[in-house]
Structure formats: C-alpha cells, structure tokens
C-alpha cells in the first residue's frame, strides 16, 4: 500500500510542480504546432469542444479583472503611510509614476516604429466593430467621466478607469485613518485594510490558479490562431520581443541615465551596484522577490535606511517602468493584429493613463502584468472576449510572457533604486562620496 501512495496523483503533482513559465511556453509550442499540423490538413476551425478549453481560460482572466483591481490598489494606495508621504512620499510618487508614463510613452512609439503585428483572419469585420466602439474616445470626455457618478454601476459595467480612480482614493483614505488619534477610527480601518489585504491575497490566489491552468488554455488558443492563419504569425512574436526589449534598453539609457546625470549621481558606481538585482529580478521575474538585493544595492549606494526602506518596498508595488514599456508595445500589437489598424491618438493617450495607473495595481509577481494587459484593452474598449480573434492574439502574447516578464522586471527594479538614489540625492539622504559626482 505504501508503495502506491506517491503514485495518487503523481501527474497532477508533476504538473502542478514544473514552472508555470515553462508550462505556458511548452503550451505555446504544443498548440502551434498542433495549429500549423491542422491548417496544413486543410481544417481551419477546431471542434467546439475543443475551443471550449480556450473560452474557460479567456472568461477566467475576464473574471479576475475587476476584484483584482480594487483589492490591489487599495492595498497598494493604503500602504504608504501619511508619516512618510510628507516630503520624501510625495517626491518618490510622482517621480514613479512620471518614469512609468515615459515607459509607456517608449512603448508605443516602439509599436508605432515596428508595427508588430501578426496578420489575422477575421480583421475586416471586427475592424468594423472596433471602429464603432473606439470612436468616443476623446481625451475631455476621458478625464471627466473618469468620476463615477455611481461605483455600483462603475464595478458592475466594469469600467475600468472609475474603479481605479474610485479605489485609490478609498485606499488613500484608509491609508490616513489607519494611524487616527481616534482609536476607533484607528481599529475599524484596520479591519478593513485588512479585509482588502486579504482580498488581494485571494486575487494573487486565484491568478496563481488560473496560471496553472493557462498552459491548456494558451495551446488551444494559439492551435486556432495557427489553424486559421498558418506559420507566419511566428514572426510577429520575434518582432514584439525585439521591440520590447529595445525599449527596455532604451528606457535605461534615456530615462535612468538622463535622471542620475540630472541628480549628479556616477552612472559607473550606480550601474555597478544596481548589477545584482538586475540579474536577480531578470532570473525571479519578481520585483517583490527580488527586494533582499534591491535594499543591499541601496544601501551600498550610501542611501539613508529610512529613504529606501520605504521607498524601495513602495516601488516594487506601484512603479512598473518595463511593465509600462510592455503594455504599450503589446497593446499596439494587439489592436493592429485584430483590426488592422495602429491606435488612434486618443487610444494612446488612454493607454498612457490607463498603464501608468495600472503599474499601481501589478503586484511586483511573475506574470502579473499580462493580466494587467488585459485591463488596459477593456479600458480602451477592446474587450478580451471569448472566442475573439483578440483572446487569440492575446494568448499569443501570454506564450512568450516568461521572456518578455524577464526584462521588464529587471528594469521595474532598476527604476525603483534610480527614483530613490535621485530622490535621497535631493533631500540630502544619500551618504556615500562615491556615488556623487
Ligand atoms: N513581474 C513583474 C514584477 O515583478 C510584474 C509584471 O508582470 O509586469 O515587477
């Protein structure tokens, strides 16, 4: 009897033990060339049986969007503490969330220069329906209707940037009344930050579940997008990485460079600190995982404790630079890919917006800014449905996710270090000579 036990469920263990990235990456494999055997053998459409497996894996990513949102920004808004938002909050914020705008502003010129885009079927008629859908987009109506005149309906029709905008001002107000004088004021906020903590921890739950099954839901996805349009999407995918990863490059030169020659800080002796948790964060795909190294470097850097101790733990929550990059590269490819179109200016502006507040919500976790990509397109009114040529495109993106996670997390982690290197600079926090110009 002894003998047997190891053997219950043996694969369901093996499965549930090999990396998730792999799994979804051999997904990715498994389903292209199950796709590119079919369109060889003349069938274009799978049996809806099949398909099923795809749809469960797209209504389970729809599902998640929204308690995923508002469990993390509120967690995310209510965890920097008024004592800290004084002088060196306030900086370290909006420094952050300028370095994600640019990263998004990198992305999509990335996307606008190579036009990743893998030429699917079914572009015409959706193209039609994109158009209608996307046609209100006008940056006015955007910043005022970014005001919910009913969060109910706001969650219910799940609009996107409402719920952002209503969560982070919940959030920032339970961040203040959790250190009140008045002690009941101090004890329920408590409770119901720990409530929403627990409400993001459940999300991180449920993702960490849906990543497990996204390996099925990815090979059947990408087997109809191979089935219907043959090999020659593989191209388009090399091309997104290429663009991605160039914008990470340059987002480093530009960006970081530019902020640390700003700051005077030696680019020598940053870059060789800021090292180890680079290739820490490439190899983890963790912004969060990779924080022991991040605060090592920092403090290597000469920057006080009570800068980065802050700081860094903030960054690794809110300031996705790479993540930002990501989205808009991928956004560009996704829309170009299913309707046969670049993004109108309002769509980019829209994306700008909706990514920067979006790196607010990533948890700093492997994988976690594809789901936030998913985000981005409901608020840009392209909706990831079931059975679209979009759900398609988008599993493509989420097969080659391990790699493009890889990058973005290592800048997300060198952003962070760069904003709190300059901002201690400023202030007066930052110790060492060697660092300074
Ligand atoms: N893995 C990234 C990080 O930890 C988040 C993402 O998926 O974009 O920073």
């Known amino acids: 009897m002894a003998n047997n036990e190891p053997k219950k469920g043996g694969i369901l ?4 033990n090999f990396n998730v990235l792999y799994k979804i990456l051999i997904g990715l494999v498994i389903g292209a060339v199950a796709g590119i055997i079919l369109a060889a053998s003349g069938v274009t459409a799978l049996p809806k049986w099949i398909s099923m497996f795809g749809t469960i894996f797209t209504r389970l990513l729809k599902m998640i969007i929204i308690p995923m949102i508002v469990g993390s920004l509120v967690v995310g808004a209510s965890s920097v503490s008024p004592a800290n938002v004084g002088k060196v909050g306030i900086r370290v914020v909006i420094i952050y969330l300028i370095t994600s705008a640019f990263g998004v502003i990198i992305g999509l010129v990335m996307g606008n220069v190579f036009q990743p885009h893998a030429e699917l079927a079914q572009v015409t008629e959706l193209a039609a329906e994109a158009a209608g859908k996307t046609a209100d987009v006008s940056v006015w109506n955007v910043i005022a209707e970014i ?34 004088e008045n002690e009941r004021i101090r004890t329920i906020s408590t409770t119901m930050y720990n409530i929403f903590d627990c ?59 530019g902020l640390l020659a700003i700051f005077k800080i030696k680019l020598g002796t940053f870059f060789k600190e800021a090292r180890t948790p680079f290739i820490t964060a490439f190899v983890t795909r963790s912004s969060n995982g990779t924080l022991p190294t991040t605060f090592a470097a920092a403090e290597n850097l000469g920057v006080d404790k009570e800068v980065y101790a ?26 170009m890919s299913c309707f046969g179109r670049g993004l109108t200016m309002g769509e980019m502006g829209m994306i700008v917006l909706l990514a920067t507040l979006a790196s607010i919500g990533t948890a700093g976790v492997p994988g976690a800014g594809a789901i936030m990509l998913a985000m981005v397109m409901q608020g840009i009114n392209l909706p990831i449905e079931a059975g679209s040529v979009l759900a398609g495109a988008y599993a493509m993106i989420l097969g080659i996710d391990a790699i493009l996670d890889m990058g ?30």
Not at 156 to 176: A, D, K, M, P, R
Not at 199 to 220: R, T
């Open 147 to 180: 005001i919910p005149t009913s969060v109910l309906q706001s969650l219910v029709n799940e609009t996107v940037l409402q719920v952002i905008f209503f969560s982070l001002i919940f959030g920032l107000c339970l961040s203040f009344m959790k250190v009140s």
């Open 408 to 437: 973005r997390t290592a800048l997300n982690v060198t952003g962070d270090l760069t904003c709190t290197c300059c901002i201690a600079k400023q202030l007066g926090f930052l110790k060492a000579d060697s660092v300074l110009k």
């Open 13 to 16: 263990r093996a499965y549930l």
């Open 310 to 335: 802050f700081s860094l733990p903030l960054g690794a929550t809110i300031n996705m630079d790479g993540t930002a990059i990501y989205q808009g590269v991928c956004a560009f490819f996704l829309v």
């Open 199 to 257: 409400l993001a921890e459940i999300m991180m739950k449920i993702v960490s579940g849906i990543m497990q099954y996204a390996p099925i839901g990815v090979a059947v996805l990408i087997c109809e997008v191979f089935a219907k349009n043959g090999a020659k999407v593989a191209g388009a995918l090399a091309t997104v990485t290429l663009a991605c990863f160039l914008g990470y490059a340059i987002h480093i030169v530009l960006v970081y460079g």
